[in-house]
């Protein structure tokens, strides 16, 4: 069996769906269910027994140990970090704890279970660290996009923990022969991407007759890949990635924020009309900037391709319309994600934005 931390989440449940979808090697899943965790996203495996699901903390290092020990997984898939740049900005302590200690106390718990496998499960077994673009920083227009051979230049308290995780774990292959792997991955979406995010929230807000807003001038690049894409990659790199190399995913979708907003008004205008006749694009605003913003990612994903024979399937035309597509059918499950603690996360990011952009929206009205 696997491993696998921070399979509530979005990536993380999407990832248990597929791996049990594709193969019967059962699945130990350890979650803290922070805000951002969500059991409802694994419901359809309610009653499957290739599922164990752990409610933990990764920083509990006892507990990993003691989990290693019981189930005795072939790899370990961590997915568990704090991942939202926003909130990152109003409270980065709880992304150092999760994202550095939570790692670091992983890593550990690896270090005492590995030695005591057997030679054949050693050379088995993989530590696989699910990690971001952003940590190489930000682009140039006209820069060469990432490749695993960029100078790590993280921006944000979020992409600066997520960098921290990825030296623990380059240090322990070469320390101590731990055999892990790196993936950077580009901007996921798709289903149960939470609300938070620019593609979900834009879509809640749009159907909800709520203002679409667009952080500074909208023209930030983001490369995007659909998500059942990045875990074909993640199992591709398991299956025959190098222990202590690291591998960059993406799905050559350079895209600006306002297309790819202008995009889904489009897609739910076809889809879901608003009835009053016009077009959702009138909802659009824009708000202050976020505090450090890159201004655009983009991943050079060669090496996968060439080494490991993997690419994206979906295009994102193809990977956007069943985004929307599914969230028009899963309109239950945004509704139950709307909690208490998600409208005071909206009120907090985004009220303190208004002033700047009541002035923003004049001046762009006058341009
Ligand atoms: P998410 O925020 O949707 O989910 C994170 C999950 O981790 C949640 O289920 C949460 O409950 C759990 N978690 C948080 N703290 C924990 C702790 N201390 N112990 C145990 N569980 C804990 O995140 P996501 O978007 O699914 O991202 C998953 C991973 O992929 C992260 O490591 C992120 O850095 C990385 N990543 C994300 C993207 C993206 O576009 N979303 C892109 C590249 C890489
Ligand atoms: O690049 C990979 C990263 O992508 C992951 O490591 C992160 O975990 C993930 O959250 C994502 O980070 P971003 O900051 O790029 O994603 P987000 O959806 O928050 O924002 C996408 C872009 O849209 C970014 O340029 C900020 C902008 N934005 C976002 C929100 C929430 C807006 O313009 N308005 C908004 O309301």
């Known amino acids: 069996m696997i491993l696998v931390t921070?399979?509530?989440?979005?990536?993380?449940?999407?990832?248990?769906?597929?791996?049990?979808?594709?193969?019967?090697?059962?699945?130990?899943?350890?979650?803290?269910?922070?805000?951002?965790?969500?059991?409802?996203?694994?419901?359809?495996?309610?009653?499957?027994?290739?599922?164990?699901?752990?409610?933990?903390?990764?920083?509990?290092?006892?507990?990993?140990?003691?989990?290693?020990?019981?189930?005795?997984?072939?790899?370990?898939?961590?997915?568990?970090?704090?991942?939202?740049?926003?909130?990152?900005?109003?409270?980065?302590?709880?992304?150092?704890?999760t994202n550095i200690n939570g790692t670091f106390s992983l890593l550990e718990a690896a270090r005492t279970y590995w030695p005591q496998l057997t030679s054949a499960e050693k050379e088995q077994f993989r530590f696989l660290h699910v990690s971001t673009d952003e940590v190489y920083g930000t682009l140039g227009p006209d820069d060469a996009p990432f490749s695993e051979t960029t100078a790590y230049a993280p921006n944000s308290p979020y992409s600066a923990s997520k960098a921290a995780s990825d030296h623990l774990v380059r240090s322990y292959h070469h320390t101590y022969g731990l055999p892990t792997l790196t993936t950077n991955c580009s901007n996921n979406?798709?289903?149960?991407?939470?609300?938070?995010?620019?593609?979900?929230?834009?879509?809640?807000?749009?159907?909800?007759?709520?203002?679409?807003?667009?952080?500074?001038?909208?023209?930030?690049?983001?490369?995007?890949?659909?998500?059942?894409?990045?875990?074909?990659?993640?199992?591709?790199?398991?299956?025959?990635?190098?222990?202590?190399?690291?591998?960059?995913?993406?799905?050559?979708?350079?895209?600006?924020?306002?297309?790819?907003?202008?995009?889904?008004?489009?897609?739910?205008?076809?889809?879901?009309?608003?009835?009053?006749?016009?077009?959702?694009?009138?909802?659009?605003t824009y708000v202050a900037d976020r505090p450090g913003h890159d201004r655009r990612y983009a991943i050079d994903a060669r090496k996968i391709e060439r080494e490991l024979g993997w690419k994206p399937a979906e295009t994102f035309d193809s990977g956007i319309r069943k985004t929307v597509q599914w969230y028009l059918e899963n309109q239950a499950w945004v509704r139950d994600v709307q909690s208490g603690d998600y409208m005071k996360w909206l009120e907090k990011n985004y009220q303190q934005r208004n002033a700047a952009s009541e002035l923003f929206n004049k001046v762009q009205e006058k341009i």
């Open 189 to 284: 979406y798709g289903p149960y991407h939470f609300p938070e995010k620019l593609i979900p929230l834009i879509i809640a807000n749009a159907l909800a007759g709520k203002p679409l807003p667009i952080y500074g001038d909208g023209q930030q690049i983001r490369d995007w890949l659909y998500v059942g894409d990045h875990c074909t990659a993640i199992r591709r790199v398991l299956q025959a990635g190098k222990p202590g190399e690291t591998y960059n995913i993406g799905g050559w979708n350079e895209k600006a924020n306002l297309d790819v907003v202008n995009t889904l008004c489009d897609m739910l205008d076809a889809l879901q009309p608003n009835g009053a006749g016009s077009s959702y694009r009138k909802q659009i």
């Open 6 to 97: 921070g399979g509530a989440g979005f990536i993380g449940s999407n990832f248990v769906l597929d791996w049990l979808a594709q193969s019967d090697e059962p699945v130990v899943n350890v979650d803290k269910l922070t805000y951002a965790g969500n059991p409802n996203n694994l419901a359809s495996l309610r009653d499957d027994t290739r599922h164990i699901f752990v409610h933990a903390d990764i920083c509990d290092s006892d507990k990993m140990q003691e989990l290693l020990s019981t189930y005795k997984p072939t790899a370990i898939v961590h997915f568990a970090a704090e991942s939202h740049v926003d909130r990152s900005i109003h409270g980065p302590a709880e992304f150092v704890r």
